[in-house]
């Protein structure tokens, strides 16, 4: 689990994650949402971030897993933000947030016989990363919020 969250980290070089996402949402992962892949508006520039490909890959996976069973219909989107010291990415969709069973306790629920969601995973290797994962309903749409801290260049 710690390789897979960024914990084993030894020299990683900043990946741009404007570049990830673009690559991510047209391409690797188009297959999380029926109606076709999710739509991408992104930061301009670069946004630097202290991760690997796979712990990005758990995070926005368990994002796009969940906003899949979670959405009523429609294709979502995924906005980036950058400020001074944080870049926020987001996945937009139409429905409501359906957090799994234990989201609010704040940790990996203890072992049940249920399978435990993605997401939970994904939010434990945004914070391994200095970053969270959290919800947001505004009428009918949801979103759920990456935000990991940018490297300074």
Do not use: N
């Not at 919800?135 to 935000?147: H, K, N």
Request: hydrophobic share 40%.
């Amino acid at each position: 689990m710690t390789a897979i969250c960024g914990s084993v980290r030894r020299g990683t070089a900043p990946l741009d994650l404007t570049h990830f996402v673009q690559h991510y949402a047209e391409r690797d992962r188009a297959h999380f949402f029926p109606d076709g892949p999710a739509g991408a508006i992104l930061t301009a520039q670069p946004c630097p971030v202290r991760a690997d490909v796979c712990a990005l890959e758990v995070m926005l996976d368990g994002i796009a897993d969940h906003g899949r069973t979670a959405m009523s219909g429609g294709i979502p989107e995924w906005t980036m933000s950058a400020e001074s010291d944080v870049v926020t990415l987001s996945l937009t969709y139409k429905g409501l947030a359906s957090a799994p069973t234990g989201w609010s306790e704040g940790g990996i629920p203890p072992h049940t016989h249920h399978q435990i969601p993605d997401l939970f995973f994904a939010r434990e290797a945004a914070r391994t990363l200095g970053g969270d994962i959290a919800f947001s309903e505004d009428g009918d749409r949801t979103s759920i919020t990456l935000t990991l801290p940018l490297v300074k260049t």
